[in-house]
């Protein structure tokens, strides 16, 4: 685990982020897998970054949480998809949780986050995010958990967001022309993409903060303001 914890802000950046996205605080999910189907293939690694808010209102990286994944009873697995992630998923000195286990270690620290910052709900970010979407809900569903904090369907990708404000939808490509660092020996593992991913966000939705205050002056004039995050059916 790297970085600071939500506990160290100020009640002032709580209610930022509260307010920032309705009620939902943005975790980034990245997956390493043993394929393309979330059905059948082994899920092999999750990091989950959180992300912290300033009293300014700006967006920053916050810890990363990141575990190996034993692959669950007939899980496929195939070759090609190791040669680009460079695991070996029966390596026996790979330090691999049960998927149940490395969710809930994760769901725990999600639900802490939720807590300090006076979310509803967590919402996925993810680079092409259906992809970690997918492999998240097919492996809650496997591991039996009950308590998911994660908006089961809605999720904000930085491909579209990297696609819109720079011109690059490969994650790679859009951190390099964002002036973000990019180490192409470290890229393919879930807690390096997934801090890039977080960095990524960060820096997009920044930018974007002057058009976020002009909006927030309009929903408040709409009388949205206080609006519960999910009066609307759930959708962000």
Request: glycine fraction near 8%; proline fraction near 6%; charged fraction near 20%.
């Amino acid at each position: 685990m790297s970085g600071p914890t939500p506990a160290t802000q100020t009640g002032a950046a709580r209610g930022l982020m509260a307010s920032r996205f309705r009620g939902y605080l943005p975790v980034v999910i990245d997956v390493e897998t043993g394929g393309f189907n979330a059905e059948t293939d082994a899920l092999l690694e999750i990091a989950a970054v959180m992300i912290d808010i300033d009293p300014d209102g700006a967006l920053k990286r916050g810890a990363t949480h990141n575990y190996h994944v034993k692959p669950f009873e007939g899980a496929k697995i195939e070759a090609a998809a190791l040669q680009v992630n460079g695991i070996d998923p029966f390596h026996p000195l790979r330090p691999a949780l049960p998927e149940q286990d490395a969710l809930q270690r994760i769901f725990r620290e999600v639900r802490h986050a939720m807590k300090a910052y006076e979310c509803r709900r967590a919402i996925l970010v993810g680079h092409n995010a259906a992809f970690d979407l997918g492999f998240l809900n097919a492996t809650v569903k496997r591991a039996d958990l009950k308590r998911n904090p994660f908006h089961p369907f809605s999720c904000f990708d930085t491909a579209t967001l990297g696609g819109a404000a720079l011109g690059q939808t490969v994650l790679a490509k859009a951190a390099m022309v964002a002036g973000l660092h990019w180490d192409k020996a470290s890229a393919h593992s879930a807690h390096y993409d997934a801090e890039r991913t977080a960095d990524l966000f960060c820096l997009v939705c920044n930018r974007l903060r002057e058009s976020f205050l002009l909006a927030q002056t309009r929903a408040l004039e709409l009388g949205w303001f206080t609006q519960p995050a999910e009066a609307d059916g759930g959708e962000p």
